[in-house]
């Protein structure tokens, strides 16, 4: 699935994913390839991705995710 993490100041990664794992308002949780579609609030923590490269892991202060058509779009504040 493509995956696409973007703050208000820049897109931080654009590309090819295996595993999502959110930090969702009412606790985390995982997309995989072909989840049905979704929108969710996120909450302050940590966003933790798989690629070919391995397992990549960044902190958010909030934000939301859709998920639609195996693309999956992080909008986060406070990214680090």
Same mark, same amino acid.
């Not at 590309?15 to 595993?19: M, Q, R, Y």
């Not at 923590?45 to 690629?51: I, L, P």
């Not at 902190?59 to 909008?75: Q, S």
């Given at each position: 699935m493509i995956l696409e993490i973007?703050?208000?100041e820049k897109k931080l990664f654009s590309?090819?994913?295996?595993?999502v794992q959110l930090p969702g $308002?009412? %606790?985390? #949780?995982?997309i995989l390839s072909n989840h049905a579609p979704l929108i969710s609030a996120l909450a302050k923590?940590?966003?933790?991705?798989?690629?070919s490269e391995g397992e990549k892991k960044l902190? $958010?202060? %909030?934000? #939301?995710?859709?998920?639609?058509?195996?693309?999956?779009?992080?909008?986060a504040e406070g990214a680090a």
């Open positions: 973007l703050t208000p590309g090819e994913a295996t595993l $308002i009412d %606790g985390s #949780f995982e923590g940590e966003v933790k991705y798989k690629t902190t $958010i202060g %909030g934000g #939301f995710v859709e998920c639609l058509n195996n693309k999956v779009i992080v909008c």
